[in-house]
């Protein structure tokens, strides 16, 4: 069955329904989770509280995008997050980068291709980098690059316009590619993460290869 008769299947009472949404897409929603928290137990929590936000929410569902529509609820519970972090002590590099190395790994059942990124030391400088950017800049990138989104899919799942979503983008791609070449980890005048690369029209294919 497509989402959308899942979803309304589900928004009609029937759990077993949505509980099939929810294996489709936790790999998705955990994925985004991790990335954006860079921790383990902190993207499992958030990826919960994420379903079960859907699951309250979801005669708000009007159709279109059932994945946009739920990584944006995991976005935004990770923006939260993020913002009670900032009122708290940061934690240091070396600590950030220890638990990068654990949630490497993650949970067997919900690993998937966009965990790999972060497998190499490479992937630990580019989550590094991802980490200095703004919040919307980041979600931007990880939902394009790394959950390959369309252009259109990443501004629903931001709640925003394509146009916000492409200027995050560029602006995100733009100072990670300098983070990267100042530690050496691309050459100079060159970028693995050219925003031209990016073609607006395509519909969910992948970013540039990390």
């Given at each position: 069955p497509s989402d959308d008769d899942l979803a309304a299947r589900a928004q009609a009472g029937e759990l077993d329904a949505f509980n099939l949404l929810v294996k489709r897409y936790q790999r998705p929603v955990y994925g985004l989770c991790l990335h954006m928290l860079s921790s383990t137990a902190q993207a499992e929590d958030a990826a919960q509280d994420a379903m079960i936000s859907?699951?309250?929410?979801?005669?708000?569902?009007r159709g279109g995008s059932f994945q946009a529509w739920i990584l944006r609820i995991a976005g935004n519970q990770c923006r939260d997050e993020l913002r009670k972090r900032k009122r708290r002590p940061q934690d240091s590099l070396d600590s950030m980068?220890?638990?990068?190395?654990?949630?490497?790994?993650?949970?067997?059942?919900?690993?998937?291709?966009?965990?790999?990124?972060?497998?190499?030391?490479?992937?630990?400088?580019?989550?590094?980098?991802?980490?200095?950017?703004?919040?919307?800049q980041k979600q931007a990138i990880l939902l394009c690059d790394v959950h390959g989104l369309a252009y259109d899919e990443v501004a629903a799942a931001m709640d925003s316009s394509v146009g916000t979503v492409k200027s995050r983008i560029s602006r995100g791609r733009a100072r990670l590619r300098d983070y990267l070449v100042a530690r050496g980890e691309l050459p100079g005048g060159t970028s693995r993460l050219d925003p031209q690369r990016a073609d607006p029209a395509r519909a969910g294919s992948g970013g540039p290869e990390w």
């Open positions: 859907a699951w309250r929410g979801l005669a708000g569902y980068m220890e638990d990068h190395g654990e949630a490497a790994a993650g949970p067997a059942d919900v690993r998937g291709p966009e965990d790999q990124s972060l497998d190499s030391e490479t992937g630990r400088v580019i989550m590094a980098g991802l980490n200095t950017l703004p919040d919307d």
